[in-house]
């Protein structure tokens, strides 16, 4: 196991290293210049601020320049988003918003959408499947900033049971965020759950369970559950990384100052060393939850656990 | 002997999006204490229905019971609720599978799928369940059991884990056991084998069997006696020595001519012609009759009632009608017939 690990770690950095490359070179690419109102500096002013940021280098050295920074931890600093302030803090201090309305989001939706999974499979074909269903289509189809702006109108601003708005009131105002963002996850989880019990039911280990005895509540949970979490698992990984990493939308409708309404900014004024901050700390995020997800497999299901490891 | 399951004129159909397919038209059978009957029939028969009927391993949605009774212990099997079934099955009654590679739960290791009907059923603590599991695989002839509690179904070889199928049945005595085609998915030398635990288990345990299958051979094997079910009824039963070698039913001259034989001199294996019937809407007369070239006037009219052959053969046929006419089996089940005292071919003992 331990070696496993220790080869996944060496192409998690081979991969960390290509992201890096290829969105430096992108943005480079990129028309525009990071530093505000260029064109109305004097060409000294210009060098001046230029050679404050190293923008002055020839391109290979400002790659292996910002390579090397990044092999010892310095993301740099921000050119003109947060005026010089270092990218590792701004990303960090905007960092908490976003993870706990996406953490709160997704233990809502997850848990909810395995419910509703297991109800539907457990009772296929009655109202309360149907039921289940029509949740998971409106929660895929309808987009979380309809959902947002929905309950701002009715749990904010009619029943005026949270704040609409901003990040002023801790628990409360991480509420109605959190729902909205609650709606995929927990969509995805339920038809994903539904699916996969109705197959796993339907084996016939389940029947054997059934002649050994076992009562209804102790084949979904004991038996089926577990054979079925599987696929679920593959697809909430990701969606974890995208969601704690913060929704650019529903941090916009609600003013949250999250991760992902500072990257959106960043991109708008081109700040290079934020841009690039922000993708290597998502890239990072998402590597480690693959690894995660790549574990956990094993741990699941005996038969994918991986070679070396304890039998 | 004692009675200890009385199945009488179980009726069962599903309700499917294609109307009612009457799977199961009026079954009746006993089961003694500690004898093996088994089951044959090719597929679509009934047989597998039967058994899960007995269990009502069936999907209640679909399946419903449309007359009869199931007779175990004093009690109607098919009026018994979800809940009262449960202390039965695995405990009174146990059933194995057909395919040992899919009917443990893979992501569960054996001890614990092992000891699940024992905590489920008995009131013995986990390590004293635990202990029985062991005893238990090491009845069914597994290697270091101790050691193989905590593995997973796929560390284990397919004859291993019917093994192990065949403990999680045993686990709490049952006095019924159920086998539905147990060799069947296992390779010929394995499905010895099996065989011979199961037959050693019987008189260990003192169980009844429910042996289905559709392999003549291992019928011969394991039998006391035999029912042979054809389009959801059964057409003929009697011991295995009375269904073997003076078989009256055309059906059952069918199946015992297709079996292949060692002595057999034309090496043509003979198929029955065919196809069976639709149980959604079944044959009025003989379900037999379409496939049969015995079949009378009367085979396509009426269901043939059973005829007592002896007092414990019984055959559905209307050959068997004081006004039929004689007619020859296929020649195959006449040297069958050479050997059986009381059959009207019989040329006493060879030797």
Sequence with gaps: MARY???????????????????????????????????KLSPEQRAVVEARYGLDQPLPVQYFDYMFGLLQGDLGISINQFKGANVTDVILSRMGPSAQIGFQGMLLGTVLGILFGMVAALRQNTWVDYGSTIVAIIGISIPSFVFASMLQYWLGLKLDLFPVALWKD??????????????????????????????????????????????????????????????????????????????????????????????????????????????????????????????LYGVIDPRIRLSGGKS | MEKILQVKDLELSFNTFGGEVKAIRGVNFDLYKGETLAIVGESGSGKSVTTKSIMRLLPEESAEFKNGEILFGGRDLTKLSDKEMQKIRGKDISMIFQ???????????????????????????????????????????????????????????????????????????????????????LDVTIQAQILELMKDLQKKIDTSIIFITHDLGVVANVADRVAVMYGGKIVEIGTVDEIFYN??????????????????????????????????DPPQGDAFALRSEYAMKIDMEQPPPFFKVSDTHMAATWLLHPDAPTVEPPEMVIERMKKFPGSRYYEGSAN
């Design chain 1, 5 to 39: 690990i220790g080869k996944r770690l060496i192409y998690m950095f081979i991969t960390l290293a290509l992201i890096a490359t290829f969105t430096f070179f992108l943005m480079k690419i990129l028309p525009g210049s990071p530093i505000a109102s260029a064109d």
């Design chain 2, 99 to 185: 395919d040992p590679m899919t009917s443990l739960n893979p992501t569960m290791p054996i001890g614990r799928q092992i000891t699940e009907p024992i905590l489920k059923h008995q009131k013995i603590s986990k390590d004293e369940a635990k202990k029985v599991a062991v005893d238990l695989l090491r009845l069914v002839g597994m290697p270091k059991p101790e050691l193989r509690m905590k593995q997973y179904p796929h560390q284990f070889s397919g004859g291993q884990r019917q093994r192990i199928v065949i403990a999680i049945a045993l686990a709490c005595n049952p006095q019924i056991l159920i086998a539905d085609e147990p060799t069947t998915a």
């Design chain 2, 247 to 280: 078989p009256q039913h055309p059906y059952t001259w069918g199946l015992l001519s297709s079996m292949p034989s060692m002595d057999a001199e034309d090496a043509k294996l003979y198929a029955i012609p065919g196809t069976p019937p639709d149980l959604l």
């Design chain 1, 170 to 295: 801790g628990f409360m105002s991480s509420v109605l965020p959190s729902i909205a963002l609650a709606m995929f996850p927990l969509a995805t989880a339920a038809r994903f759950i539904r699916t996969e019990m109705i197959e796993v039911l339907g084996s016939d280990y389940i029947t054997l369970a059934k002649a050994k005895g076992a009562s209804g509540s102790e084949i979904a949970f004991k038996h089926a559950f577990r054979n079925a979490l599987i696929p679920l698992i593959t697809v909430l990984g990701p969606m974890a990384v995208s969601i704690l990493t913060g929704s650019l939308v529903v941090e916009q409708i609600f003013a949250i100052p999250g991760i992902g309404e500072q990257f959106v900014k960043s991109i708008m004024v081109n700040d290079f060393s934020i841009i690039m901050g922000t993708t290597i700390f998502f890239s990072v995020f998402l590597i480690v939850i693959i690894l995660v997800v790549d574990i």
